[in-house]
């Protein structure tokens, strides 16, 4: 099980750390569901949304995706009484309104989502956004792939969407564990399998993350919003959590605080060891593993340092 924001334990970079405060979510959890497809969707290129369907989510139950199979948000600062949008300019540059073409709904198939929770709002620049029981729904520039839901959680204002129109809930414990990598060794993973990371900049003693704004979108913290913690192989007693500046838990090992990596697109990949020479992947007792890759492993889409580290703005 992912750590909501993926966890349950738990991206385009397209937005600075002053962008994500603009719109009320700091973007410090990242809970999803990773999937191997390889898109690199942007808000950017992101159009017209012509199809709703309610999708299987093994942490968040049903919910809402497009015709792209990429999640549907709602953020709790929008209104329903009347539907309104709170979430414009900048911040709809991190979260892309779900908007309708020129023929409207008549131009959006649904797919066991009822067409009596469908509506439409005019937004303030005339264009015209799906809503779900009201609600304004949107996606996130940082799921990169089908499936995601890394804006689970986010600044606990933006949810993933049911098809009632509530948010999403996570549910289950966080789970820490151990998997050999071809490319590392051992390292330390969540519950899906895919590997958790430190950074240099952060400090154990006492536990403290300077990864915030953008450097969080790329490095996603690993979230918790479950009092239980599961491990396989770790001392348990290693275990802990911080809290964030937005009030939501991180986890620690050793103090460390855990990420992961949205260049990591299926689980078993390393692609953020050595980025930067400052994240590294953690090892069971909390230190860093050192391991010195030629090339990063993985998929070739991973971003590369330059590109994707992005906290050089976000702390």
Known sequence: MRFSPRINLLIAVVATAALLTSCSSSATSASSTHSSTTSTSTASAVGTTTELTAATNQNL???VTDQSGFTLYRFEKDTTDP?????????????PPAL??????????????????IGVVTRADGTKQLTVAGHP?????????PGQTNGQDVGS???AITPTGDKALSDGAAQLNLAQSNALGTVVTDGDGFTLYRFNKDSNKPPTSNCSGQCAITWPPAIITTSTITTSGIDQALVGTITRADGSKQLTLDGW?????TGDLSAGETNGQGVDGTWYAVTPTGAKNTTVLSTQSGTSSAPSASASAGYS???
């Open 61 to 63: 139950g049903t919910i």
């Open 83 to 95: 539907p309104a949008s709170n979430c414009d300019g900048q911040c709809a540059e991190t979260w």
């Open 100 to 117: 309708v073409g020129p023929s409207g709904l008549a131009g959006v198939k649904l797919d066991d989502v009822s067409s009596s929770a």
């Open 137 to 145: 729904v949107y996606r996130y520039a940082g799921d990169k792939a």
């Open 157 to 159: 204002t933006w949810f």
């Open 257 to 261: 605080p855990l990420y992961e990596y």
């Open 313 to 315: 703005s976000g702390y």
